[in-house]
């Protein structure tokens, strides 16, 4: 390419660029070994859509970093993108295809997994039939059980034939077990383990009569005779009793169900649409619960957001004071809740906070019965009061920050123009304070909406609201209230719980956006 | 630790599938024939348990790995995280062939669809009748069980020398310890101010002869014959507040505390179950095991709650996975070796007695033989919420118990019905 530099000055340059490219093709290597190994797999699995997406973003990486000049913005941005899209977005858009399916308690996969088991639960063995001892054979036609039944007559039978009697000529026996058949191979225990699935699955029929049942054998030495009263027709797609002559047809939203509506467990996933999204408008004693929550959420949110920030605040005022001695022990003090882990500190005040047996109740209101956490509205003001607790030294530290960085010049030239202590305060310093702090007001705002672990650690949620079914409390933020649904008890309905997160998602946004907005008018102080 | 646990599964498995390629690469070039039958190979399988019966075990399961030929990969966990994550794991086919797991989650494992039948055949008689009957769901037998824990009432030998007799026995030597000084509380029972705890205060029901399901012939539970708003459970509520006025029950004394009052010495008496004995011992106090006495005429017996290994019905090694369960984990070896980590009582008959009689965990065992298990339905989950909460109440004395007792019971139908 370039004519060969002799300047002396260049060389290390060209010396760490060739060091520098050695190290890109190095990682490329590494990048895209990991990316065809993860295609092959992958392929191997039949996620070909998965491969298509590997496999693009692997081009791209390598344009990014092979293509000389072109994309030099996309080499610094490229590794934080193919994060973003791993962790976030793609998290996200799960999130929401979940919210439009029925995916949770009973619905935990495909209909073909759904039949099988159902099939499977539904057989069960013939009363008072005996065990039978057998060995695992195979000739051209397939898999079949070599069956010693308990008075030791032997006899064969595969998934198409019947078991047929044997003479005592035509198999070799070991200690009264028939172990091998003319006509048939005996498996080995090593052709057992690799075909368990095959074997597991076979059923010889007991007779000509599909009513007598079939053999199966669970560990390959012992089977029994089961009859299965669920009948699978492919034709129709129905599911039949035998007992009772009931026909369950797929009934659309993922489960067989009878004529008279009652639904087999388990079904299956599949997509419902708005449904999840539209629950709590239907189910009215949800939907009012759902609004009670959602009210006390952001009054939740607001009042430990607005008090733990006054209370920095006013610390913050206070110990700024030039004239205070000791102020470093006190803002130590003060950041102390900082620095215990809100776990830690939320257990502590479960304890402090018994009714009989908690230090506030003991000690300081000297043996009231006061029901902190028991009683509806008590217990929502001793959850904010806890997260008032935990949350002024943050408040106290970004203030104090932001008063130290405000210039004394500033109070200077407002005392000169004859302004006092508290006009300063309210009419110069809070302004220049609120443009620094009122970001974080805002991402304290959200962090609240959301602060699932003071809640679950205190009350988890409690006490319970009476009158409807699903389990809310007076206590429940949407985010604990989301929890219950998608993992608490019985319900575990993942669809309906990516719904309400989605919802919630959508609220904290536009909170967001609306204050960051209003933020704007602040900096134009400066 | 969880996501520790799967991630490096996952990377094993990764390793493994690199390793096979690697090999093939090399069989292709060399022009090579290796024969795939591969001997004694008995494959691998996964097994989910907690620490603590995975220590127990590590002899069992190594004769079974000398014996098959198969590799146990235990994965641990804790214990109450395993029927929850088997449920989302198991369709993805990342889920474990052999799980550990409490006998009420089997409601919830059924309907999922991610437990097999296992049918033990004539051995199911080896079994405790409860510990069968707690495995049992839809009459198919889901797994074996292997150990049994249930309530009974521990007495501090000091302050109470003799078992009392009756209720009004305990109430009367309770408040008397009380009265003289030598103890703080006439019974302990752990409860929360805000869900009660009716698994703790079930025995006091069942002695009013309130059952929460009536039970089939075979002694599992008809979940669609709710019987909680029975007469037997009205009397019941209307004692539960009377209880609490009294200051017998308290809602302010959680599980922790009246563990901690028991070991104190502070008590004669509390409910509670083998988990707590390792506690009292530490503390040194002397205490014995006794039955609790009924309140209401009939017999207290406590729920049982049973704990057994199954099978998974995503497994793709169900021949050697069946076996690990019905061969291994059924042996009095074992189930032994369960009972000696676990202070739980054994499910199998002959490990059942072989415990030496005057151990403690005998004697909750005993306890636990005549007892019914906890009911499997999946519903439980809810009806539990419904349950405590209102028992609470009543507790607390917020209401009428027969009002609030009969608007729990309905609440409870109408979780069935949607259900």
Known sequence: ?526 | MRTGTTGSRRLLQLAAIAATGMTLVACSGGGGDADAGGGEDGGTITVWMDQNRADALGDVIASFEEESGTTVEVVIKEFGDIAGDFVTQAPGGEGPDVVIAPHDALGNLVSNGVVAPIELGDASGDFQDVAIEAMSYDGSVYGVPVSIENLALVRNTALAPEAPATWDDLVATGQAAVASGSAQYPLLVGLDPNTADPYHLYPLQASYGGPLFALNDDGTYDGSDLQIGNEGNLQFAAQLQQWGADGILNLSISQDIAKEQFAAGASPYTITGPWSLAQFDEAGIEYAIDPIPSAGGQSATPLVGVQGFMLSSYSENPIVATQFITDYMASEEAQTAIYEAGDRAPALTAAFEAMPADSPTAAFGEIGADAVPMPNVPEMAAIWDQWGATEAQIIGGQGDPTQLWTSMAEAIQSTIDAG
Not at chain 1, 51 to 80: E, Q, S
Not at chain 1, 321 to 350: E, H, K, M, Q, T
Not at chain 1, 367 to 377: E, H, K, N
């Open chain 1, 1 to 526: 390419m370039a004519a060969p530099d002799t300047t002396g000055l260049r060389r290390p340059r060209r010396l760490s660029g060739s060091l520098g490219l050695l190290a890109k093709i190095a990682l490329l290597a590494v990048v895209d070994a990991i990316a065809v190994f993860a295609i092959m797999l992958l392929a191997a699995q039949g996620s070909w859509i998965v491969v298509a997406v590997v496999a693009l973003v692997t081009v791209v990486v390598n344009a990014v970093y092979l293509v000389p000049g072109r994309f030099l913005p996309a080499k610094y941005l490229t590794p934080g993108l193919v994060l973003l899209g791993i962790f976030q977005v793609f998290v996200v858009l799960f999130s929401c295809y979940i919210a439009f399916t029925n995916y949770g308690f009973g619905h935990n996969s495909t209909k073909d997994d759904a039949i099988s088991q159902l099939i499977q639960q539904s057989t069960s063995r013939v009363e008072d039939s005996p065990a039978y001892r057998v060995t695992v054979v195979e000739n051209l036609s397939g898999l079949g059980l070599l069956v010693t039944d308990p008075d030791g007559d032997v006899s064969v039978g595969s998934a198409e034939q019947p078991l047929q009697r044997l003479d005592e000529g035509q198999v070799e026996t070991e200690a009264g077990v028939a172990v091998a058949a003319d006509g048939w191979t005996t498996l080995t225990t090593g052709q057992i383990v690799q075909r368990q699935s095959d074997i597991a699955s076979l059923q010889v029929p007991f007779s000509d009569d599909l009513d007598d049942g079939f053999l199966v054998t669970a560990d390959a030495r012992n089977a029994y005779v089961f009859v299965s009263n669920l009948s699978y027709d492919e034709a129709t797609d129905t599911l039949t009793d035998t007992d009772t002559g009931v026909v369950y047809v797929d009934g659309g939203e993922g489960a067989f169900v009878s004529p008279d509506g009652e639904e087999l467990r388990p079904g299956w996933q599949v997509l419902v649409g708005f449904e999840n999204f539209a629950y709590p408008f239907q189910s009215q004693a949800f939907g009012q619960a759902l609004i009670g929550v959602t009210i006390w959420t952001f009054a939740f949110a607001a009042i430990s957001v607005g008090l733990s920030f006054l209370l920095g605040l006013a610390l913050a005022v206070t110990l700024n004071d030039p004239r205070l001695r000791g102020r470093n022990v006190y803002r130590v003090l003060a950041i102390l809740p900082y620095a215990f882990p809100s776990f830690l500190s939320a257990l502590v005040w479960l304890g402090l906070l018994n009714t009989e047996f908690g230090f506030v109740n003991q000690v300081l209101l000297g043996g009231a019965a006061v029901p902190w956490l028991s009683d509806p509205i008590i217990a929502k003001i001793s959850v904010i009061l806890v997260n008032v607790w935990l949350g002024f030294p943050y408040m106290f530290l970004v203030c104090t920050g932001a008063l130290q960085s405000i210039p004394e010049e500033v109070t200077e030239a407002a005392t000169v123009d004859g302004a006092r202590g508290w006009a300063i305060f309210r009419l110069i310093k809070l302004p220049l304070l609120l443009v620094s702090i009122a970001p974080l007001l805002i991402s304290s705002f959200a962090f609240n909406f959301n602060n699932f672990n003071i809640i679950y650690m205190l009350t988890r949620g409690g006490p319970r609201i009476g009158g409807i079914d699903e389990n809310v409390g007076h206590t429940d933020l949407l985010i604990t209230l989301v929890y219950k649904v998608a993992f608490a008890g019985q319900g575990a309905d993942y669809g309906l719980a990516s719904a309400l997160a989605i919802i919630i998602f959508v609220i904290v946004a536009v909170i967001s956006a609306i204050s960051f907005r209003q933020t704007k008018a602040l900096e134009d102080l400066n």
